[in-house]
């Protein structure tokens, strides 16, 4: 089984950059279908974005598209993150999963994944 560990999270300015990191330390990296979702107080978890094993299937939220970029080191079982022009409503706890495999256009469903990490918590201030 897949174990999952996030971090990256911290206090941060708008408008600031900041880069999550999610490392796999449990089956195989390659099988997985890999995502980010978070959830803000008060809110139901939300997809924010999910990458195929090879790379080349990406989705992203509306909400984040442009701003966002996910992608993974094999290599290193990472999956990553990286964060512009940060909002306050990208104030969440960002939450990494991941499952055998998804066809992108489930991607954002978060009942697919079996796989979930502790979660890390990105703090966007005005």
């Known amino acids: 089984q897949a174990q999952l560990v996030e971090s990256g999270g911290r206090l941060v300015q708008v408008g600031d950059s900041l880069r999550l990191s999610c490392t796999d330390s449990g089956r195989s990296f390659m099988r997985n279908t890999m995502g980010w979702f978070r959830q803000a107080p008060g809110k139901t978890r939300e997809f924010v974005s999910a990458?195929?094993?090879?790379?080349?299937?990406?989705l992203y939220a509306d909400s984040v598209k442009g701003r966002f970029t996910i992608s993974r080191d094999r290599a290193s079982n990472t999956l990553d993150l990286q964060m512009a022009n940060l909002k306050p409503e990208d104030t969440a706890v960002y939450y990494c999963?991941?499952?055998?495999?998804?066809?992108?256009?489930?991607?954002?469903?978060?009942?697919?994944?079996?796989?979930w990490g502790q979660g890390t918590q990105v703090t966007v201030s005005s």
């Open positions: 999963a991941a499952v055998r495999s998804l066809y992108s256009r489930t991607y954002y469903e978060d009942w697919r994944y079996n796989d």
């Open positions: 990458i195929n094993w090879s790379g080349d299937d990406i």
